[in-house]
């Protein structure tokens, strides 16, 4: 779990840390309203991709964890918003990505309407944080449920002789977008 952001006064001292479990009341946003959904709230899991293609050994949904890789893969992630906000209209997806990946090549995808995969990234050795803002409609559009599916391809095209090891260490999205004007049935 993700620490959430919250910031104390400056004369409070910190003298150590607590499991503290508040349970949360959800409620729909207003007809037309923006809204933005922080990472912390939105959840995510490795998938089976759009096609039917394997679920990755890079991310460990059991244990939210990523794992140390050291060959090409194909990672399918849904991210799933909170059921009130389920029928609001994407506008924009922050993706931040924390990562290893020296000498290695990491492609960010989304997926149309046609389930075909979009180019939203391309990143040659990344190593730190990368921030990827997402503006594209054809591929923020929530599904039934509210997930949206994002894709992270890494070393697609690369030589067998690559053998350095890999590890994504954390991948976070915000959503910000509108409330329909008309509730959802």
Same mark, same amino acid.
């Given at each position: 779990?993700?620490?959430?952001?919250?910031?104390?006064?400056?004369?409070?001292?910190?003298?150590?840390?607590?499991?503290?479990?508040?349970?949360?009341?959800?409620?729909?946003?207003?007809?037309?309203?923006?809204?933005?959904?922080?990472?912390?709230?939105?959840?995510?899991?490795?998938?089976?991709?759009?096609?039917?293609?394997?679920?990755?050994?890079?991310?460990?949904?059991?244990?939210?964890?990523?794992?140390?890789?050291?060959?090409? @893969?194909?990672?399918?992630? $849904?991210?799933?918003? =909170?059921?009130?906000?389920?029928?609001? &209209?994407? %506008?924009? /997806?922050? #993706?931040?990505?924390?990562?290893?990946?020296?000498?290695?090549?990491?492609?960010?995808?989304?997926?149309?309407?046609?389930?075909?995969?979009?180019?939203?990234?391309?990143?040659?050795?990344?190593?730190?944080?990368?921030?990827?803002?997402?503006?594209?409609?054809?591929?923020?559009?929530?599904?039934?449920?509210?997930?949206?599916?994002? @894709?992270?391809?890494?070393? $697609?095209?690369?030589? =067998?002789?690559?053998?350095?090891?890999? &590890?994504? %260490?954390? /991948?976070? #999205?915000?959503?910000?977008?509108?409330?329909?004007?008309?509730?959802?049935?």
């Amino acid at each position: 779990a993700r620490p959430l952001p919250l910031r104390l006064p400056a004369e409070v001292e910190q003298r150590g840390a607590s499991l503290l479990v508040v349970p949360l009341h959800w409620e729909a946003s207003s007809a037309g309203a923006q809204v933005t959904v922080p990472s912390p709230l939105v959840a995510m899991r490795s998938v089976v991709g759009p096609q039917g293609q394997a679920l990755s050994s890079c991310y460990n949904n059991l244990r939210r964890q990523w794992l140390t890789q050291s060959g090409p @893969a194909d990672v399918h992630l $849904r991210f799933s918003v =909170p059921p009130p906000l389920r029928s609001m &209209r994407v %506008e924009q /997806a922050t #993706l931040r990505l924390d990562l290893n990946c020296p000498s290695r090549q990491l492609d960010v995808a989304g997926f149309n309407l046609d389930r075909e995969p979009v180019l939203l990234g391309h990143y040659s050795g990344p190593v730190g944080r990368v921030t990827l803002r997402i503006r594209d409609d054809g591929v923020l559009r929530l599904d039934e449920n509210g997930g949206l599916l994002l @894709a992270l391809y890494v070393d $697609r095209q690369a030589s =067998p002789d690559n053998d350095t090891a890999w &590890r994504i %260490e954390d /991948a976070q #999205l915000e959503l910000t977008g509108r409330m329909p004007d008309e509730p959802a049935p």
